[in-house]
């Protein structure tokens, strides 16, 4: 049987396509930029090709895509679609409620949002990690300086010039302060995120009028979610990770892989963006210790960076994400903070114990390897499509 998979920039996609084979699969991949269009009779007729083929068990995407559900709609195809991003507005796309779906979301809270409103074609499923793969990386001693640090962070600070919030610009100074006080009341808050029903009718229609945006016309969602999960959070996350770790600098040695130098964390080592493939996981095994700040869009999920952290064999410190507590044991297989001082508290502890800390990394490691790696995940999607078709 066959499986067309959309080759679109993702991570991971080489490894979920690794894990397909194993399962005895063929894999056909294809691309097309007009993907992104959600009514393009074009795009539609170029489909059409890979969609007529035979023996095609199903069309697979990393991440949910409105034209991909309708042409498989079309043909009786069965739609699989692993969902990596927080927020995705495709997803509050009309074309969900298609039958040919599955929807595999790594977000709980997002999973619970769509199942109780009475959706059916959603599952959870967390993400995954080729451990094997990383297990093999070996890392040259010329480079052990670059990849070892006492403290790392590796992702966006979301410091790029002309972001999403700078269009806000313009802002009568009610909203903006307004919208000030929301966001350090929220970054004081861990585990729960209320900006959206904070932001009332008057304050949407003000940031509206800076910036303006116009939902699709399949799309369900409101300008509330827009404003909150693209504006809002990215900026909240901005202001959350230079604060963070700004403070960590003046103690530790911290190295940053990032895009855009930070200009307000002096102290810290600036390495530069490097390679998710090899790069990364070599300093996720070789820091003491690996930082995740999650982008607060993301409500209760485990980012990526999680999974990539233990699967390599690295020390998790991370903010409180509740679905780690569905398949970790906190203290055990990862640590986490509650507030900013728990996190310099821990960062002191786990810097001092150093026999509890490689234990701790080396069961992380071992949980990842035993229940989630991409063959587990294909697995599951599979039992969850011959029991739901």
Known sequence: MNILFLDS???????????????????????????????DKEFDLWLEQYLKRDNIAFLFSFNYFPSLSNGCQRHGIPY?????????????????LNSCNHVFLFDGAVYEEFKQGGINTVHYMP?????????????PKEALDTVSSEVSFVGSLYNEKHNLFDKLDGLDKYTKGYLDALMDAQMCIWGYYFVDEMLTPEIVDAMSKCAPYTIQPDGVETLQYIYSRYFIARRITALERQRLLK??????KLKLYTHRKPDNIPEADYIGAIDWEESMPAVFRHSRINLNISLRSIRTGIPLRAFDIMGAGGFLLTNYQSDLFKHFTAG???????????????????????????????????????????EHRVKEMLDIIRQTS
């Open 80 to 96: 699989v679609a692993y969902v990596y991003d927080s927020p995705l507005s495709a997803l509050y796309s009309t074309t969900l």
């Open 127 to 139: 993400l995954a990690v080729n451990v094997s793969r990383l297990d093999g990386i070996k890392v």
């Open 332 to 374: 055990q297989d990862f640590v986490y903070y509650e507030s900013e001082d728990d996190m310099m508290n821990k960062i002191e502890y786990y810097m001092s114990h150093e026999n509890e800390r490689k234990e701790i990394a080396a069961n992380g490691h071992e949980a990842v390897k035993q229940s989630h790696t991409y």
């Open 247 to 252: 403070r960590v600098s003046k103690q530790y």
């Open 9 to 39: 920039p993702s991570f991971g996609k080489e490894d979920m396509k690794r894990a397909f084979v194993n399962a005895g699969y063929k894999v056909i991949s294809f691309y097309n930029d007009y993907v992104y269009n959600r009514i």
